[in-house]
């Protein structure tokens, strides 16, 4: 059974970037079936998908955050990552990284069926 | 302001049956699957439903669901009192070329 891990600084500055890295075990990012993918949850609001890569690179990004995110996947280290720049206070939040098993049909994606315990990332100063 | 629509919150006692509804448009739940998540307290969510009314092993066959047009629902039968969470609806938008959340609803079992 696919396991999933974050990691990363649990604090970052105002302006800064945040960095979080996501281990797989069980099951490899290599497997051309899953996306791969970081949602959110800020403190009293709901889930907000950030984005997804899929093997080979292809990515999709929340239209919101598009501008200052990047997803990337080492399929050595069997990890995929995040990287959000110049964060603020709104970017405070838990931050999952999920599996994705909804295929390459996007019919049928947001099919997030392993997740990480989460991680939580303040933005303070 | 949430792409797909849901109430924010729902009651009902032990033992009956209550409907969680998401609502949205042409480019998402009208032309995607839905999927529905349970986040427990405390714990990350996990996948309740997908592809509209399927579930995946281990989850009762009391929570159900179902979709009609540009909109979908989560049914819970026989209500218990471990069934109060959040729950979220989701799908792909084809406009927007990402997932969707809805808003989420709280749960309360009284």
């Known amino acids: 059974q696919v396991q999933l891990q974050e990691s990363g600084p649990g604090l970052v500055r105002p302006s800064e970037t945040l960095s979080l890295s996501c281990t797989v075990s069980?099951?490899?990012?290599?497997?051309?079936?899953?996306?791969w993918s970081w949602i959110r949850k800020a403190p009293g609001k709901g889930l907000e998908w950030i984005g997804s890569i899929f093997t080979g690179g292809r990515t999709n990004y929340n239209p919101s955050l598009q501008s200052r995110v990047t997803i990337s996947i080492d399929t050595s280290k069997n990890h995929f990552s995040l990287r959000l720049i110049s964060v603020t206070a709104a970017d405070t939040a838990l931050f999952f990284c999920?599996?994705?098993?909804?295929?390459?049909?996007?019919?049928?994606?947001?099919?997030?069926?392993?997740w990480g315990p989460g991680t939580l990332v303040t933005v303070s100063s | 302001q949430s792409v797909l629509t849901q109430s924010p919150s729902a009651s009902a006692t032990p033992g009956q049956r209550v409907t969680i509804s998401c609502s949205g448009g042409r480019s998402n739940i009208g032309s995607n699957t839905v999927n529905w998540y349970q986040q427990l307290p405390q714990t990350a969510p996990h996948l309740l439903i997908y592809?509209?009314?399927q579930r995946p092993s281990g989850v009762p066959d009391r929570f159900s669901g179902s979709k009609s047009g540009t909109s979908a629902s989560l049914a819970i039968s026989g209500l218990q009192s471990e069934d109060e969470a959040e729950y979220y609806c989701a799908a792909w938008d084809d406009s927007l070329n990402g997932v969707v959340f809805g808003g989420g609803t709280k749960l309360t079992v009284l």
């Open positions: 592809g509209n009314n």
């Open positions: 999920v599996r994705d098993s909804g295929g390459i049909n996007v019919r049928f994606r947001a099919r997030f069926d392993s």
């Open positions: 069980g099951g490899s990012v290599n497997s051309g079936t899953y996306y």
